[in-house]
């Protein structure tokens, strides 16, 4: 199928980009990477009267990390981004997005906007307590937490006349380690379940906190605080998820399978800040 019309504008700075979705409101769409919007437009799923192209903004296509975190800019593609190896969590939930062709052209903040509940990116930016700057015309841009940015499946806080111009992914803690497990039916797909860990130890190892969140079993991702009570991941996460079933998987199954690899995220979590709490040991 071929998209509905409209009219495409190729802003050349931000501040344009800002006017030009002022004027188009709710009738607006952006296009960064177009790995999401494209298919949805050919489908017909959307039918925008404007596409605001931003690629001609080269002040978004920024990577910026500093002791607090990472700083994505909104043309910063998922390839740039996992060569970056500015975090962890980051590069391991970019090494599970869809194939190499796609991650050569989708972009991080997109996929956030995007607000897929089977995405990867959104999980890791709510486990570790991310924001999403947003900015418009005439207003200060305002930073959404990513508690409050995901708001339903294929929806976000973003506001028509507002521009998703960056994310920030905080840093880790000393003794920290992370994970991402998923299992999809062929490496790409979209996931039937997956998990992302957070685990940071004391002073004399043992686990002081360890969060989890989870794609794929409700409508947006599903964060868990397990506290130092790591050990019952996979009874937390099943007590609080809400998959539904479809052609490929029953509820049943996901439910099951968001359990198993919550129980194997946070064990690999545990590994992982075992070993970098010795490399900061020995530093």
């Not at 030009?20 to 009267?49: C, D, F, H, T, Y």
């Not at 296509?61 to 998922?78: F, I, N, Y």
């Not at 052209?105 to 700057?133: I, K, M, Q, Y």
Request: proline share 7%; glycine share 10%.
């Amino acid at each position: 199928m071929k998209p509905p019309p409209f009219s495409h504008h190729a802003p050349r700075d931000l501040g344009e980009a800002l006017e030009v979705l002022a004027g188009a409101g709710p009738r607006g769409k952006v296009l960064a990477g177009g790995q999401s919007l494209i298919p949805m437009l050919n489908m017909r799923l959307a039918a925008p009267e404007h596409v605001i192209d931003i690629n001609r903004l080269e002040e978004l296509d920024t990577v910026e990390a500093g002791p607090d975190g990472v700083t994505v800019g909104a043309l910063a593609r998922h390839a740039r981004v996992a060569r970056a190896g500015v975090h962890p969590l980051l590069g391991q939930a970019l090494r599970l997005v869809a194939h190499p062709v796609i991650r050569n052209r989708g972009t991080v903040v997109g996929s956030l906007v995007h607000a897929d509940p089977a995405a990867e990116l959104p999980a890791a930016l709510a486990v570790l307590g991310g924001s999403v700057r947003l900015a418009r015309a005439g207003a200060a841009p305002r930073d959404v937490a990513a508690a409050e940015f995901f708001t339903g499946p294929m929806e976000s806080a973003l506001r028509p006349g507002e521009l998703a111009v960056s994310a920030r992914f905080p840093a880790l803690p000393p003794r920290t380690g992370t994970a991402f497990t998923e299992v999809s039916r062929r490496h790409g797909d979209y996931a039937l379940a997956g998990v992302c860990a957070v685990v940071t130890l004391d002073d004399d190892l043992r686990v002081a906190s360890a969060r989890l969140a989870c794609i794929g079993v409700g409508p947006v991702p599903l964060v868990v605080d397990l506290g130092a009570d790591w050990k019952r991941a996979a009874d937390a996460v099943r007590e609080r998820a809400e998959p539904d079933g479809d052609v490929h998987a029953t509820a049943a199954y996901r439910l099951h399978l968001a359990g198993v690899l919550a129980r194997r995220a946070v064990e690999q979590a545990v590994e992982r800040a075992i070993g970098r709490a010795a490399r900061e040991a020995a530093a």
